[in-house]
Structures are given as C-alpha cells and as structure tokens.
C-alpha cells in the first residue's frame, strides 16, 4: 500500500530524513519508535503533505500513486489520514459541522451521496461511543479548551468516521494515562482491517501492549537502523535508545 | 463646502418648517463651517480621511430621485419593514406593527422641541452637527410598553440606481417604553453605481428596565460613503444588545456613544466588519459609565480582505463616582491581504477606583496550522479557509437573538465570503 524509498527530507535546509526506506502493505500495523529529534514526527508529516518538509530526495508511492505529487487535501481524499500529536484548535467551528464537512468531502470524492443532517448524527454518535466521548462535544469548537486526552480522542474518532485505508498516527499515546491509552489502542484495533494500514509512530512501548504490530522499526538520525517484531520494542524498554545508538555507531 | 453651503440654503427656505427648527438649523450649520471636515491632525480621524466626501459635490435627495418602480422588498427577511427609498419614507411600502408609534421629525418635533438636543452631546464630531443642520429623512419611533417582545421592525435605507451624486441626512430616534422588550434592525443598503453619501444619526433611548436589541447592518453601495453615529442611552436597569454589520460602502465610519446613567444599566455591542478592495472602515466607540454597577462589553472583529483598511478606537470612560464596573473590550482582526492594514486602539479612562475593567487586541492572518488541518481532512484550501473565516465570524453572528434575522446576516457573509480573494 504505501512504500517509501530512500527519502530525504530537509526543513529550512536543515536535513532531519537521511534515506528512509519502508513498505507497509495492507493489513499490516507497523510501529515506528524512536528519540525525540530522530525525525519521527517529519515522517508523519511528510506522508500528510505539509509543505514547510521539503522533500529532497526519493518518492513515496500510495497505492501505486506519487504520493509526494499530491496535494494535502488529495492525499486525504485518497484515503491518507494522519492523527497529529498537537491537532490545531479551529475556534468558532463545533467539531459536528468540522466533521460533517470532511466525511462529505470524502463521500463525494468516492462518487458517494452526501450525508444529510439526521443520517450523520446517527453515524457520528455511533463513532462516539466507541472512543468514550459523548455527544456535547459536538457542539464545541474543534479542539478548543481540549484536554490532551480529548485532543487524542478525537483524532482517533476522525479516523473511525473518516475510514482512510492509510492511517499514520503521530504520538497520539504521549501525555495519555493508562485508560486514555487503552481507549486510543481500542479504536485503532476497532479500525484494522485487512484492506487497511496502520503506521503507529511512538516514543513508548507502553501503547503497542494493546496492539499486535507487524513490525517495529527504530529511527535515528533520520534513518531506520533496525527493523524487527514485537521482541524489538520490549528490548528497547528495557535497555533504551543508547543501546542501539552504541551499536549503530559501531 | 460650496455644496453643501448650497444645498443648506435648499433646505432653510422650507416653508413648512417651524421658525426654531430653522434656527437650529442655522446655528448647526454655522458650526459646522467654524469647525470644518476633519483633518488627519484630529486625534479621533487620524486614520480615516474623508475625502470621498469633501471633494465630490453631492445635492440632497429630493421627490425626483424616487424611482418610478417602487422598490418591493424581497430579500428573503419577511420581518416587518418600514421602507427609505433615496432619503424619502414610503409610508404605503411599510409595514408597522401593534405597539410601534411611529411620527414624522417634523410631528414629533412641534411636540416636543427637545427631541433634538435632549440626551446627547454632539461634541465636536462634524458630521453630527451636520446632521442636525441638514436632517432631510427620518422618523421617531416610540416602542409602546409591552409585556411580551414585539416582533423584530427593520427600518431599511435603500439606494437605488441613481442619476448624479445624491447625499441624505437621515435621523432616526427610538425611544423605548419602561419594562419592554425588542429587537429593531437598521439597514442600509445600495445598488447605485454612482457614489452617494449617507449621514445618519441614530438615537436609541432604552426605557428603564427596557431590554432592545439593535442589528446594524451596512451593506451600500461600493462607491457610497457612509458616515454615522449612534447615540445610546440607557437608564437604571436597561440593557442594549447591539449586532453591527458592515460590509458595504467604500468609505464607512460610525461613532458610537453610549451613556449608562443608572444602576443596572448594561450594554453589549458586537460587530463584524467586512472590507475588500479599498474598502475603509472605522468604528470609534466611547463609552461613558457615568453610574455605579453598569456594566459594558464590546467585541469588534474585523475581517480586511485586499489593500483594505480597518480603524477600531473603543474607549471605556468611568466617572470618578461609578464604582462597580465591569467593562470588557476586545478587537479579533484577520487579515486577508498581504496589503491590508489594521489600527487598533483599545483605551481605558478611569477615575474610580472599585471597577473591572479590561480591554485587549489581536491581529493575524489565518492560521497555517489550522488550514493544514482542514486540508488534511480532505477540504479544499478554499472551503478550508471560508470554514476558518466562518468560524472567526460565528461569535458576532451567532450571537443575534432573533433565528430570521441571523440568518438573513449569515447569508450576507456567505455571499461576501465567495466573492473575496486571498492575498
């Protein structure tokens, strides 16, 4: 589904991806781990399009398609969908017209009708029971006065009612307790299905308890240094980030 | 000043009116002369000329400006209307319901010869005294004491396509019974090509315990100057609910004056400002807590499209005597054009030393953080960007109590949305 060949990505010429090499294929859920500032969050960006990561060298191809070619909102339509670690606060507009907004955009990208206001509530508070949240959030501003639980919360309900076939998950496990952390790891189980993709990008192991993640891959210093299976992440709890960083060194 | 010297004498050798009228009048417009046109070297117009008006040559309105097919109302807004074609009143066009008195200037004034000057201070704002010399339209409207709200009455000032330059003087005072609730809209609007000039002056005296709200909207003509001034005041217990729209005209200033001299006197006044082009709009807004226990907020958003330009002075005067305030003013501006340029001046002036009174400003473009996440969602850069626009103006709009009347308002800022670029 998605593959990415050596990519090279710089932000204001300073590079951050060295030659980043990955292939997720339908089905699988992958975990991405790694230190802060090891270029896990441009990764997540780069795949949603955000203009400011200028991509230097190699391509990603989505469903055999450029992806890099695409516009943001293109990739979304296409069925990419990014949970960020720090969603933006639209003041003003309540998260029901938001979210109506985009499943309609979708819907009519895929030759589907519209949903009219009665169909979407019953749709939408479906979604909502399944990431705990009740309906008086709709009427509140996207994000706005969100605890970060709620901010996690809420990008995975994107996720449920958006239903891409690529999600890419940005942290949405940092900052969250035990219950919140289950509850985000609920939906994504709740979302994995065999024509779908997962791409879970993490500091922690703590979250991929609550999950079965096909492969776990390290990055450091803008490239992935080692690939593995769930073992990987328990090796990385116990003996941290410097473990690798001496043995990639050496 | 020729014209207006000229049309002043027009107005003078009315036979109809009352010799003090005429004296008034007279003492006005020699006030004016002594005064003049603003300069940029007044503190209060420092950012807005007026050229727009000061060098064109307008004639007042007069019977030959009417169309020869009377206008009919159908702008989707079915609340009852009471009709200004060109500066006249069409008395067989309006409509007025139960409750609403409604007089000529010229009947109400040979009632009482105070209506004019009772209740506010001109100062030294030009185009006020102006108006008192040169008032050519207009009506005093008396809304009865009424234990249920009356329904919403629109006073709706139209231009339409003209044949030379025409400016109209058009004063409109309500007054409104003790213990009565509701919601009057003010409408100006235009579809003349060529330029006009309106000079309004809206008085609004709230009855005691008297709960009115007031949609402003300002949607002329792209080539009309509108200048105006609204004068509020509110005694013990009453409470003014403001809602002003302006997207229309390409010179626009209102000053504001509210005066709430009795306890329990309250006022909010929210305000959506749309500009394009070369669009200029200003708004100077004093507030005057001349009592203890009122209390005063203000929300101007300002939304600057182009190379236009915006002004907001609001200033919250408290008398040394007027303990117990809580004043708030805030002034939210985005910024649509790289060229588009704001001048925001928030100001306190407090003698007393018990009050609450806080003020504050911001001015921005649209976040990117925000349009990426739309984007990201699947949403056009435009829809994206009308979608956080609308967002920013939800507070004003949403905030207008009557359904009809926000979605009436609602449509206009939709229309201005698709028709504004970005940049």
Redesign the interface.
Same mark, same amino acid.
């Given at each position: 589904m998605l593959e990415i060949k050596n990519l090279h990505v710089s932000v204001e010429d300073k590079p951050i991806l060295n030659g980043v090499d990955l292939k997720v294929n339908a089905g699988d859920l992958h975990a991405i781990m790694g230190p802060n500032g090891s270029g896990k969050s441009t990764l997540a960006h780069v795949i @949603? +399009? =955000?203009?400011i990561y200028e991509v230097t060298d190699g391509n990603i191809t989505y469903n055999g398609k450029d992806l890099l070619s695409m516009? %943001?909102?293109k =990739? &979304?339509?296409e069925g990419v969908?990014?949970s960020?670690q720090y %969603? &933006?606060? !639209? %003041? +003003?507009?309540n998260l029901a017209y938001?979210i109506k @907004? @985009?499943v309609n &955009? !979708?819907r009519k990208?895929r030759g589907e009708p519209e949903m009219d206001a009665v169909d979407f509530l019953s749709f939408i508070k479906e979604k909502l029971s399944q990431v705990k949240m009740d309906e008086s959030y709709l009427k509140r @501003?996207v994000n706005e006065g969100f605890s970060g639980g709620e901010k996690k919360r809420n990008e995975i309900l994107?996720m449920l009612t958006?239903e891409p076939s690529l999600a890419v998950l940005d942290e949405t496990d940092s900052g969250l307790d035990i219950d919140a952390i289950k509850i985000v790891a609920d939906g994504v189980n709740k979302f994995r299905r065999e024509d779908r993709a997962v791409i879970i990008i993490t500091h922690y192991q703590r979250i991929l308890q609550y999950m079965n993640p096909d492969k776990i891959h390290v990055l450091m210093d803008g490239r992935i240094v080692r690939s593995g299976g769930k073992k990987l992440a328990n090796e990385l709890e116990d003996k941290g980030y410097s473990w690798l960083e001496e043995t990639v060194a050496a | 000043m020729k014209f207006l010297e000229k049309q002043f004498s027009t107005i003078a050798s009315d036979k109809y009116e009352p010799q003090s009228l005429k004296d008034l009048r007279s003492s006005a417009f020699n006030q004016f002369k002594e005064i003049g046109f603003p300069k940029k070297s007044w503190e209060a117009w420092r950012f807005t000329a007026v050229e727009n008006v000061e060098k064109n040559s307008f004639r007042l309105s007069n019977e030959a400006d009417l169309p020869e097919d009377l206008f009919k109302s159908e702008d989707g807004l079915s609340i009852p209307t009471l009709l200004f074609l060109n500066g006249h009143y069409q008395p067989d066009e309006s409509n007025i319901p139960a409750g609403i008195k409604v007089n000529t200037l010229v009947d109400s004034y040979n009632e009482d010869a105070k209506l004019f000057n009772n209740g506010y201070d001109a100062g030294t704002n030009p185009f006020v005294i102006l108006n008192t010399a040169m008032m050519n339209s207009g009506l005093h409207i008396r809304i009865s004491e009424n234990t249920e709200s009356h329904p919403p009455l629109r006073f709706l000032y139209l231009t339409t396509k003209l044949s030379e330059p025409i400016m109209n003087h058009p004063r409109l005072v309500v007054d409104v019974a003790d213990n009565t609730q509701a919601t009057i809209v003010e409408e100006y609007r235009g579809i003349s090509p060529i330029s006009y000039w309106n000079n309004a002056l809206t008085m609004i005296r709230a009855g005691n315990n008297s709960n009115l709200h007031h949609v402003r909207i300002q949607n002329e003509a792209p080539a009309a100057s509108h200048l105006s001034a609204t004068f509020y005041q509110i005694p013990t217990d009453g409470s003014i609910h403001g809602s002003y729209f302006s997207l229309g005209s390409a010179l626009h200033r209102h000053d504001v004056n509210v005066i709430l001299s009795g306890e329990g006197a309250d006022i909010t006044i929210n305000g959506l400002c749309l500009a394009k082009e070369s669009q200029h709009v200003d708004h100077n807004i004093i507030m005057d807590h001349s009592s203890e226990h009122v209390t005063s907020r203000m929300l101007f958003k300002y939304i600057l499209a182009d190379k236009s330009t915006g002004v907001f002075n609001g200033r919250a005067i408290v008398r040394q005597d007027a303990q117990k305030i809580d004043s708030n003013q805030t002034n939210n501006n985005l910024l649509l054009g790289k060229n588009a340029l704001m001048n925001s001046n928030p100001q306190l002036e407090i003698y007393a030393d018990d009050v609450r009174c806080t003020h504050g400003s911001t001015t921005g473009q649209i976040s990117e953080d925000a349009l990426f996440y739309l984007r990201s969602r699947g949403l056009d850069p435009v829809s994206a960007k009308a979608l956080l626009i609308n967002g920013f103006a939800n507070e004003v709009v949403d905030d207008i109590n009557n359904e009809e009347v926000r979605d009436y308002t609602r449509r206009l800022l939709e229309s201005w949305l698709s028709g504004v670029t970005y940049g």
């Open positions: @949603a +399009g =955000r203009e516009d %943001p909102e =990739r &979304a339509l969908f990014m960020y %969603p &933006a606060m !639209i %003041p +003003g507009v938001f @907004a @985009a &955009a !979708i990208h @501003a994107q958006l | -």
